[in-house]
T-cell receptor
Framework: SAVISQKPSRDICQRGTSLTIQCQVD?????MFWYRQQPGQSLTLIAT?????????ESGFVIDKFPISRPNLTFSTLTVSNMSPEDSSIYLC??????????????FGPGTRLTVT | SQQGEEDPQALSIQEGENATMNCSYKTSINNLQWYRQNSGRGLVHLILIRSNEREKHSGRLRVTLDTSKKSSSLLITASRAADTASYFCATDAKAGGTSYGKLTFGQGTILTVHP
């Protein structure tokens, strides 16, 4: 499986500030995604961050609030902007394993636990 | 109801017993994946079953898929205390015959295995 790391692993931030989360993969991958998991909830897809194209956002998520960069095939960042307590969540990146062919097997990073006070 | 609903929401069993979790979904899928999450940490990929497969095994895990009923089940045999975690199913929907890798997650089953 792909080895995926995220930085930071957790952070406590003040409302109104921004936090940039990094996702690093140990192999080149085309398809990368960002998810949010609110407390006690399941995961919700924020956006698709494929290399070579602009990130595409799911309904309810906008670029101004969650800008994403994907400079190469092993790295991406998600910024949570102008944070409020409602942004307190675990943020996870995931990748589709390139060796899984049309199975689209997907692996997740360890997550970033964000608390906004 | 949402794509990828699961039941039960919580399951409590004794070590050595089997645990069965179910997942239902609404749309045509490319595949269905099961994940484990320990105490709000990252997701661990357990198993993927393609839409043209009916059953798959991996160690103590057995997954079935019934596309006519749009449902899947995850069976953990001879459970251990270390299996205590939340389990999620996630579907990769097909749109016009194309899969985009976007996963829709169920609400999850919280499994507690008592020693």
């Amino acid at each position: 499986s792909a080895v995926i790391s995220q930085k930071p692993s957790r952070d406590i931030c003040q409302r109104g500030t921004s936090l940039t989360i990094q996702c690093q993969v140990d192999s080149q991958v085309t398809m990368m995604f960002w998810y949010r998991q609110q407390p006690g909830q399941s995961l919700t897809l924020i956006a698709t961050a494929n290399q070579g194209s602009e990130a595409t956002y799911e309904s309810g998520f906008v670029i101004d609030k969650f800008p994403i960069s994907r400079p190469n095939l092993t790295f991406s960042t998600l910024t949570v902007s102008n944070m409020s307590p409602e942004d307190s969540s675990i943020y996870l990146c995931s990748v589709v394993a390139p060796w899984s062919g049309t199975s689209y097997e997907q692996y997740f990073g360890p997550g970033t636990r964000l608390t906004v006070t | 109801s949402q794509q990828g609903e699961e039941d039960p929401q919580a399951l409590s069993i004794q070590e050595g017993e089997n645990a069965t979790m179910n997942c239902s979904y609404k749309t045509s899928i490319n595949n269905l994946q099961w994940y484990r999450q320990n105490s709000g940490r990252g997701l661990v990929h357990l198993i993927l079953i393609r839409s043209n497969e009916r059953e798959k095994h991996s160690g103590r895990l057995r997954v079935t898929l019934d596309t006519s009923k749009k449902s899947s089940s995850l069976l953990i045999t001879a459970s251990r205390a270390a299996d205590t975690a939340s389990y999620f199913c996630a579907t990769d929907a097909k749109a016009g015959g194309t899969s985009y890798g976007k996963l829709t997650f169920g609400q999850g089953t919280i499994l507690t295995v008592h020693p």
